[in-house]
């Protein structure tokens, strides 16, 4: 007996039940196209805030002034390095008008707390226009997120997770 | 001759006589001559002592422990009267003389004792005459201060009015024994070298018998330089200007005495020893005052205020002898350092100078010379020491109290300030001088009635000219001691740290943008932790000698680039002001008004950030820093200038961005500290206006 002749036949109910649990399916695939690129290691780094090490493992070679290479950069971000040992910081691309910054800084925004859902919160008492911030749940550590505007003009979003207690 | 009717010797108005002595002094040479010559002979003296205070500043910028010794007081200030002391010394005399001289010379004299005036009066008016000619005078070493004050140089109210009443003491000084001389005398020329005898005699005995044991030491006091001396160490004594005052009054007395023609020269003699008794009696029972203040902003006279308010304290009479030569350098330095503080602070102190009759060259064989024994009550102790760091410590000691923790108060930071002297020169070389030569020319068509002469002196004449000169020389000075203090980057040098505030953790340096220089902040090189280049200078600059607490917390907590202004000591009230532009900076754009800083680096600043749009009141302890205030939405984009304000008006502070008012506060203790600049991190911000304006 071949195969072919065992395959079950495609009825009417059938193909409503296949499509219902589609359906049901298709939700979280849908969720998952809203998380960012560079969510994996957003959360990385994020999970090494709240470390006993801290950034050590990621921190790489010295820039000038107190700036220092980074070992991980947010896939799609540039210039991703460290301020001190403190303090981890990556920029957007550049945008042309301010209303594309400021619409890139939103997005982001949501990108992040997507990414991040759960352990970490806005802090509405602190948003300013082109300003934002997230604390981790037990305070340890923050994420800004801001525009700028560079030497070339450039709008830019500029994301920050810095330790909070010195 | 007929007496004068009484009836009319109380009713008679003195205005009229005060018009008719202006006249005489405002219609002579001798005013115009003096103010001629004080001119060269005062800028010249501001002007080498704006050179030599420059050369001196340009190295304290290299080295701010040298600023600590730069006063305004010492360096431009004392030279400068220092040359008014001198035209006053030989020419003033003749001014004072010819109050009476003349009248004496032309029999004038004669027709004014028969006026309804007493002979006290009219000698009185001649005195007050004598002062309006000295104030005359001044206009030239007021406009050297003027000139300093607008230039940007550093200037203490308290500094400049004691100097100036100082010399307004000896000028009456002067002026009361030149009209004694005049009226004991019977020409001008007399009187003056009467009056040159008291003064040049002082010099003599400056030169000659000052610094010398026993009676010479006690002799060298009656010099009348003695007067300005104490004035110039910015000290004002009570006793001091109580005796002047009666030397004055009993100068003017005996005038009063031998004015009068007509009477017998013995009741004369009689009336003059009486005043001579009086005068040394008034003068015994002025000595007797001990009170003192020390008016000057490095409080040189005085203890630390710790040691002050123990030593005050200390009830049981502390005697003191020193076996030192009087012209024993040791012993000056004793004198200068410990003893003169003693005196002033504590209530029984007696000093005995055990060696008071030797003299430094004969006393090398005395084992016990160089000794000083210390007695508090019924305990002794002896030292060699002439430092107060030891001496204090003893007597301590001796009265069984222990040392007092220092109290916090602001240090002086000395001001160093390098400037041109050449208008200085300009002013006192030609344009002062040819308008004292207009003045002169216009004195010349005065009225001859002197009734009408006071209206006419102050409507029409030249002395118009010279009073609206005083009265703006007056009239400019006093706003510039209440003026705002601009931080003035006009004289900084592009490149270089800035002169007028004090880096204390981060990169601040002066910039030229486009021929303007700006003050930065450059974090873009700046490592977390770095304090500025030279701290610990910087700190004893701003702190003095309790600038090692300060040191210890800004190197264990230089997070926030900071500077701090040199030229306000203690900011309680009032309003702060800078323009700011952020440039760069990837984790802050931060531009901040520092106030309330403390000697610990405890400090309170409010802050405005490119990069975050917001207003925020920050508390910084020990390091940490809090939030007491936060404020979103403050519109602060990048790359734009910006006004940043702090009101502060007790413990009440404001907090102004572009002129809107976003932050109110009220702290629980008053503000009270230096100022300065903050930023924060990577900020490369520059800054512009810093303006400071106190209120009481």
Request: include cysteine; glycine fraction near 8%.
């Given at each position: 007996?071949?195969?072919?002749?065992?395959?079950?036949?495609?009825?009417?109910?059938?193909?409503?039940?296949?499509?219902?649990?589609?359906?049901?399916?298709?939700?979280?695939?849908?969720?998952?196209?809203?998380?960012?690129?560079y969510?994996?290691e957003l959360?990385q780094v994020?999970?090494l805030a709240?470390?006993?090490d801290k950034f050590a493992s990621i921190i790489g070679a010295a820039r000038e002034g107190n700036f220092l290479d980074s070992k991980v950069s947010l896939p799609g971000w540039g210039d991703c390095s460290f301020y001190g040992t403190r303090t981890y910081t990556c920029d957007s691309?550049?945008?042309?008008?301010?209303?594309?910054?400021?619409?890139?800084?939103?997005?982001?925004?949501?990108?992040?707390?997507?990414?991040?859902?759960?352990?970490?919160?806005?802090?509405?008492?602190?948003?300013?226009?082109?300003?934002?911030?997230?604390?981790?749940?037990?305070?340890?550590?923050?994420?800004?997120?801001?525009?700028?505007?560079?030497?070339?003009?450039?709008?830019?979003?500029r994301l920050i997770l810095f330790l909070?207690?010195? | 001759?007929?007496?004068?009717?009484?009836?009319?010797?109380?009713?008679?108005?003195?205005?009229?006589?005060?018009?008719?002595?202006?006249?005489?002094?405002?219609?002579?040479?001798?005013?115009?001559?003096?103010?001629?010559?004080?001119?060269?002979?005062?800028?010249?003296?501001?002007?080498?002592?704006?050179?030599?205070?420059?050369?001196?500043?340009?190295?304290?910028?290299?080295?701010?422990?040298?600023?600590?010794?730069?006063?305004?007081?010492?360096?431009?200030?004392?030279?400068?009267?220092?040359?008014?002391?001198?035209?006053?010394?030989?020419?003033?005399?003749?001014?004072?003389?010819?109050?009476?001289?003349?009248?004496?010379?032309?029999?004038?004299?004669?027709?004014?004792?028969?006026?309804?005036?007493?002979?006290?009066?009219?000698?009185?008016?001649?005195?007050?005459?004598?002062?309006?000619?000295?104030?005359?005078?001044?206009?030239?070493?007021?406009?050297?201060?003027?000139?300093?004050?607008?230039?940007?140089?550093?200037?203490?109210?308290?500094?400049?009015?004691?100097?100036?009443?100082?010399?307004?003491?000896?000028?009456?000084?002067?002026?009361?024994?030149?009209?004694?001389?005049?009226?004991?005398?019977?020409?001008?020329?007399?009187?003056?070298?009467?009056?040159?005898?008291?003064?040049?005699?002082?010099?003599?005995?400056?030169?000659?018998?000052?610094?010398?044991?026993?009676?010479?030491?006690?002799?060298?006091?009656?010099?009348?330089?003695?007067?300005?001396?104490?004035?110039?160490?910015?000290?004002?004594?009570?006793?001091?200007?109580?005796?002047?005052?009666?030397?004055?009054?009993?100068?003017?007395?005996?005038?009063?005495?031998?004015?009068?023609?007509?009477?017998?020269?013995?009741?004369?003699?009689?009336?003059?020893?009486?005043?001579?008794?009086?005068?040394?009696?008034?003068?015994?029972?002025?000595?007797?005052?001990?009170?003192?203040?020390?008016?000057?902003?490095?409080?040189?006279?005085?203890?630390?205020?710790?040691?002050?308010?123990?030593?005050?304290?200390?009830?049981?009479?502390?005697?003191?002898?020193?076996?030192?030569?009087?012209?024993?350098?040791?012993?000056?330095?004793?004198?200068?350092?410990?003893?003169?503080?003693?005196?002033?602070?504590?209530?029984?102190?007696?000093?005995?100078?055990?060696?008071?009759?030797?003299?430094?060259?004969?006393?090398?064989?005395?084992?016990?010379?160089?000794?000083?024994?210390?007695?508090?009550?019924?305990?002794?102790?002896?030292?060699?020491?002439?430092?107060?760091?030891?001496?204090?410590?003893?007597?301590?000691?001796?009265?069984?109290?222990?040392?007092?923790?220092?109290?916090?108060?602001?240090?002086?930071?000395?001001?160093?300030?390098?400037?041109?002297?050449?208008?200085?020169?300009?002013?006192?070389?030609?344009?002062?001088?040819?308008?004292?030569?207009?003045?002169?020319?216009?004195?010349?068509?005065?009225?001859?009635?002197?009734?009408?002469?006071?209206?006419?002196?102050?409507?029409?004449?030249?002395?118009?000219?010279?009073?609206?000169?005083?009265?703006?020389?007056?009239?400019?000075?006093?706003?510039?001691?209440?003026?705002?203090?601009?931080?003035?980057?006009?004289?900084?040098?592009?490149?270089?740290?800035?002169?007028?505030?004090?880096?204390?953790?981060?990169?601040?340096?002066?910039?030229?943008?486009?021929?303007?220089?700006?003050?930065?902040?450059?974090g873009r090189q700046w490592k977390e932790?770095?304090?500025?280049?030279?701290?610990?200078?910087?700190?004893?600059?701003?702190?003095?000698?309790?600038?090692?607490?300060?040191?210890?917390?800004?190197?264990?907590?230089?997070?926030?680039?900071?500077?701090?202004?040199?030229?306000?000591?203690?900011?309680?009230?009032?309003?702060?002001?800078?323009?700011?532009?952020?440039?760069?900076g990837r984790i802050?754009?931060?531009?901040?008004?520092?106030?309330?800083?403390?000697?610990?680096?405890?400090?309170?600043?409010?802050?405005?950030?490119?990069?975050?749009?917001?207003?925020?009141?920050?508390?910084?302890?020990?390091?940490?820093?809090?939030?007491?205030?936060?404020?979103?939405?403050?519109?602060?984009?990048?790359?734009?200038?910006?006004?940043?304000?702090?009101?502060?008006?007790?413990?009440?502070?404001?907090?102004?961005?572009?002129?809107?008012?976003?932050?109110?506060?009220?702290?629980?203790?008053?503000?009270?500290?230096?100022?300065?600049?903050?930023?924060?991190a990577d900020?490369?911000?520059?800054?512009?206006?810093?303006?400071?304006?106190?209120?009481?």
């Amino acid at each position: 007996m071949s195969a072919r002749l065992h395959a079950p036949r495609r009825t009417p109910a059938r193909l409503c039940a296949l499509t219902t649990v589609a359906l049901i399916n298709v939700g979280p695939i849908v969720q998952a196209a809203e998380v960012p690129s560079y969510c994996a290691e957003l959360k990385q780094v994020a999970a090494l805030a709240l470390a006993r090490d801290k950034f050590a493992s990621i921190i790489g070679a010295a820039r000038e002034g107190n700036f220092l290479d980074s070992k991980v950069s947010l896939p799609g971000w540039g210039d991703c390095s460290f301020y001190g040992t403190r303090t981890y910081t990556c920029d957007s691309q550049g945008f042309k008008t301010a209303d594309e910054g400021n619409a890139a800084h939103g997005k982001v925004l949501e990108e992040v707390k997507s990414c991040l859902r759960g352990g970490w919160t806005e802090d509405e008492n602190r948003a300013s226009p082109g300003y934002v911030v997230l604390h981790d749940e037990r305070q340890l550590a923050s994420i800004t997120i801001n525009t700028d505007l560079t030497e070339k003009g450039e709008h830019i979003v500029r994301l920050i997770l810095f330790l909070r207690s010195r | 001759m007929l007496s004068p009717d009484t009836s009319l010797t109380r009713g008679a108005p003195v205005w009229p006589l005060f018009a008719k002595e202006l006249r005489e002094i405002v219609s002579g040479r001798a005013l115009w001559t003096l103010l001629l010559l004080a001119c060269p002979l005062v800028g010249y003296s501001f002007f080498q002592a704006i050179s030599l205070y420059g050369e001196a500043s340009a190295a304290a910028a290299n080295s701010p422990v040298l600023a600590i010794s730069l006063s305004p007081l010492d360096g431009i200030l004392v030279p400068t009267f220092g040359s008014f002391y001198v035209a006053v010394t030989l020419l003033f005399p003749f001014i004072a003389i010819r109050a009476l001289g003349e009248e004496k010379q032309s029999g004038a004299l004669r027709l004014l004792v028969q006026l309804p005036y007493r002979t006290v009066t009219l000698v009185s008016v001649k005195l007050a005459a004598v002062f309006f000619a000295w104030l005359l005078c001044a206009i030239p070493v007021l406009s050297s201060v003027l000139i300093w004050s607008i230039a940007g140089g550093h200037l203490s109210l308290a500094e400049i009015v004691t100097l100036f009443f100082g010399h307004l003491l000896y000028g009456l000084l002067i002026g009361a024994v030149a009209l004694f001389a005049a009226s004991i005398t019977e020409s001008s020329a007399t009187a003056a070298i009467v009056t040159l005898a008291f003064t040049i005699g002082s010099w003599v005995l400056d030169f000659t018998v000052a610094g010398r044991p026993g009676w010479l030491e006690w002799f060298a006091h009656l010099s009348l330089t003695q007067v300005i001396r104490t004035f110039e160490q910015g000290l004002l004594s009570v006793s001091l200007v109580a005796g002047v005052v009666v030397v004055v009054c009993a100068f003017a007395a005996l005038a009063t005495v031998w004015l009068p023609p007509g009477i017998a020269v013995r009741q004369k003699l009689i009336r003059s020893a009486l005043c001579v008794a009086a005068a040394a009696v008034a003068l015994l029972a002025v000595t007797q005052i001990k009170a003192s203040i020390d008016i000057t902003e490095d409080r040189r006279n005085s203890f630390p205020l710790a040691d002050a308010r123990q030593l005050a304290g200390l009830a049981d009479p502390l005697s003191i002898s020193v076996h030192l030569a009087a012209e024993d350098p040791r012993y000056i330095d004793l004198q200068r350092n410990v003893l003169a503080k003693l005196e002033r602070v504590m209530p029984r102190v007696s000093i005995r100078l055990a060696s008071g009759r030797q003299s430094f060259a004969s006393s090398a064989g005395d084992e016990a010379y160089g000794e000083i024994e210390y007695r508090y009550g019924s305990r002794s102790d002896t030292s060699r020491s002439t430092s107060p760091r030891e001496i204090l410590p003893l007597i301590y000691g001796l009265a069984g109290v222990s040392p007092p923790a220092p109290i916090s108060s602001a240090e002086f930071p000395g001001y160093p300030v390098v400037m041109d002297g050449a208008f200085a020169l300009l002013w006192f070389l030609a344009i002062l001088p040819i308008s004292i030569v207009l003045a002169w020319w216009r004195s010349r068509r005065l009225p001859s009635n002197n009734q009408t002469f006071l209206k006419e002196v102050v409507m029409n004449s030249s002395t118009k000219t010279l009073l609206i000169v005083a009265v703006s020389v007056v009239a400019v000075l006093l706003p510039a001691f209440a003026a705002p203090i601009k931080v003035d980057l006009a004289n900084e040098t592009a490149g270089a740290e800035p002169k007028g505030l004090v880096p204390v953790v981060g990169i601040w340096r002066i910039e030229n943008d486009g021929g303007k220089k700006l003050l930065a902040v450059d974090g873009r090189q700046w490592k977390e932790g770095q304090s500025s280049a030279g701290i610990a200078d910087k700190a004893r600059a701003l702190y003095g000698e309790r600038y090692a607490e300060f040191l210890d917390r800004v190197q264990a907590y230089a997070y926030y680039p900071y500077v701090v202004a040199k030229d306000v000591e203690d900011f309680k009230n009032g309003e702060i002001t800078v323009r700011f532009e952020g440039l760069s900076g990837r984790i802050d754009q931060g531009a901040g008004i520092l106030f309330n800083l403390k000697p610990n680096g405890d400090y309170l600043t409010i802050r405005a950030n490119c990069l975050e749009n917001n207003l925020v009141l920050w508390k910084f302890e020990k390091g940490r820093r809090s939030s007491v205030e936060w404020v979103r939405n403050t519109p602060t984009a990048t790359r734009q200038w910006h006004d940043l304000k702090v009101r502060i008006v007790g413990n009440k502070v404001e907090g102004y961005l572009d002129g809107k008012l976003y932050l109110q506060h009220t702290l629980p203790q008053p503000v009270s500290g230096k100022i300065g600049l903050w930023s924060k991190a990577d900020s490369y911000m520059h800054f512009d206006d810093f303006t400071v304006v106190a209120s009481e």
